[in-house]
T-cell receptor, first 116, second 112 residues
Framework: DTAVSQTPKYLVTQMGNDKSIKCEQNLGHDTMYWYKQDSKKFLKIMFSYNNKELIINETVPNRFSPKSPDKAHLNLHINSLELGDSAVYFC???????????????FGSGTRLTVV | GDSVTQMEGPVTLSEEAFLTINCTYTATGYPSLFWYVQYPGEGLQLLLKATKADDKGSNKGFEATYRKETTSFHLEKGSVQVSDSAVYFCALTVGGGFKTIFGAGTRLFVKA
């Protein structure tokens, strides 16, 4: 009954490979996000989707492509992986109308990506 | 632009000590303010929130008051426990926005 679930939890891959991370939420939220956390714990937003529509696309290399087949799922595909992509990637969700009132986000447990 | 600044860590305290983690923000409009906590190997969890000036958020013995005049949202706890050891993030969302901006995080170590 996990609220926001990400798979896989760990991903080790070689430079140049293509990989995907999946995220699903069962909270009925309408907005989903991808954040990247670096080794110093700094969190940076990458993408935000509201009802399957891309709302935020920060300065992220176009090797990163999010896809939202429905409002409960937001996947992240990464092409031509580089060493600098190594990080923990977090999926999160919120009910947008409540975000405006301050309900906050629910986070997944993260995917630790290591590029070797 | 909107930003959050929180005190650098790590903060090391003995059990039952008083905790303060400072957080100040810059924002256009009227942000909602949050504290999140991240335990080792886990995702962030919402700890407490405040949506307007002078609101006090509280949870699990932690408190923070939304101070518009000083643009601050400092986190406090009267008596910390070893189990409070984690990284704490201050964050803001501007009303109507789809983006939450996080501070750099403050690592707290509590010794028995």
């Amino acid at each position: 009954d996990t609220a926001v679930s990400q798979t896989p939890k760990y991903l080790v891959t070689q430079m140049g490979n293509d990989k995907s991370i999946k995220c699903e939420q069962n909270l009925g939220h309408d907005t989903m996000y991808w954040y990247k956390q670096d080794s110093k714990k700094f969190l940076k937003i990458m993408f935000s989707y509201n009802n399957k529509e891309l709302i935020i696309n920060e300065t992220v290399p176009n090797r990163f492509s999010p896809k939202s087949p429905d409002k409960a799922h937001l996947n992240l595909h990464i092409n031509s992986l580089e060493l600098g992509d190594s990080a923990v990637y977090f999926c999160a969700s919120s009910l947008n109308s409540f975000v405006r009132q301050g309900a906050g986000y629910t986070f997944g447990s993260g995917t630790r990506l290591t590029v070797v | 632009g909107d930003s959050v600044t929180q005190m650098e860590g790590p903060v090391t305290l003995s059990e039952e000590a008083f905790l303060t983690i400072n957080c100040t923000y810059t924002a256009t409009g009227y942000p909602s303010l949050f504290w999140y906590v991240q335990y080792p190997g886990e995702g962030l969890q919402l700890l407490l929130k405040a949506t307007k000036a002078d609101d006090k958020g509280s949870n699990k013995g932690f408190e923070a008051t939304y101070r518009k005049e000083t643009t601050s949202f400092h986190l406090e706890k009267g008596s910390v426990q070893v189990s409070d050891s984690a990284v704490y993030f201050c964050a803001l969302t501007v009303g109507g926005g789809f983006k939450t901006i996080f501070g750099a995080g403050t690592r707290l170590f509590v010794k028995a």
